[in-house]
């Protein structure tokens, strides 16, 4: 898309100086001929009146350029196939699928993760084992799981 506002901008400065050439040409020509100094032939008048010709033609051609290039439809604005969406949207349904799993197992974790603490804590209190032991038993199973 910045390419093509580039070749757009571009396009619109060669339109600009060519026509400003135009208007140089057309200045020394009304110049010349206000004067009455046209060359004695008109071989030269010739060549200045097919160089305007073929400015203006290059003018117009780069009217048409950027006009088509104005109206042609950028790439990216189209979207993604019908089948590339549907195949990022199961993948999207799939890793949401996985996201509330995990998000699940995490808060299954953390309330058995609670209960060794409380577990601990109270056998701790009755002095059945240390709250050290206690808590290594519970992480050792945790990484079990």
Do not use: C, F, W
């Not at 901008?9 to 004067?35: C, G």
């Not at 780069?62 to 089948?83: C, D, Q, Y």
């Amino acid at each position: 898309m910045q390419r093509q506002g580039d070749d757009g901008e571009r396009q619109k400065r060669r339109m600009k100086h060519m026509e400003d050439y135009i208007l140089v040409l057309k200045n020394e020509l009304t110049q010349a001929t206000a004067k009455g100094s046209l060359p004695s032939t008109s071989q030269p008048l010739s060549d200045s009146h097919q160089t305007i010709l073929a400015l203006r033609r290059i003018v117009e051609r780069l009217k048409v350029e950027n006009k088509t290039l104005r109206e042609s439809k950028i790439p990216g604005k189209e979207g993604i196939s019908k089948e590339a969406y549907e195949k990022l949207r199961t993948e999207y349904e799939k890793i949401q699928t996985l996201h509330n799993e995990a998000l699940a197992r995490v808060a299954s974790l953390e309330v058995e993760l609670d209960l060794h603490a409380k577990t601990s804590t109270e056998a701790a209190a009755a002095g059945k084992t240390s709250p050290e032991h206690s808590s290594d038993d519970g992480i050792k199973s945790l990484r079990k799981e």
